[in-house]
């Protein structure tokens, strides 16, 4: 079997949505096992990143597989005659489906599904916690005496003049 054989093999008979649904199943396990093996992070960030890492993974798969599934129903709605015609709409149909999943559907469902879901999570975790103490400074107030000397330029107070800068020995740049 010849490589032209076998490409035209796996791009007649593979669905274009399976690569990305093998690929998000796949990171589905090994992104938050990869994440916990992380001996240089902090144990609790470990497990935030790792849970909403298999959350978002938990959302794609699931995803790429139903939305090229439903965008290759849109090739009846063309009403195509050729059979061969027909096959290739449905194909391309299915590569945008798959696009589409990707570039704006998983993100648009993590952003909708994921925050609020750990923000419940942590937030349970968060109400155990010791209730924190209240730090207020308790001295005195200082007092600012009510006339304060002035040193500078009396007519002019709020304008600053160059000859109050004096140049003691430091180079700029040499």
């Not at 449905?90 to 923000?119: D, R, Y």
């Amino acid at each position: 079997m010849s490589l032209k054989s076998t490409l035209t093999y796996i791009g007649k008979n593979v669905k274009p949505y399976w690569p990305t649904v093998a690929v998000a199943s796949a990171e589905l396990v090994f992104r938050p096992l990869f994440t916990m093996m992380d001996k240089k992070s902090p144990e609790e960030t470990k497990k935030y990143t790792a849970l909403r890492e298999g959350v978002t993974e938990l959302i794609a798969a699931p995803t790429y597989l139903a939305l090229p599934i439903l965008a290759a129903k849109g090739s009846d709605l063309l009403k195509i005659k050729d059979a061969k015609a027909a096959k290739m709409a449905k194909h391309n149909l299915q590569t945008v489906g798959t696009w589409t999943a990707a570039l704006f559907v998983i993100p648009g469902l993590c952003s909708a599904i994921v925050k609020p879901f750990m923000e419940k999570i942590y937030s349970k975790k968060q109400k155990n916690e010791p209730a924190k103490l209240d730090v207020t400074s308790k001295t005195e107030d200082i007092k600012i005496p009510s006339q304060v000397t002035q040193t500078g330029n009396t007519i002019y107070p709020h304008r600053v003049s160059l000859s109050a800068f004096q140049n003691h020995g430091l180079k700029v740049g040499g």
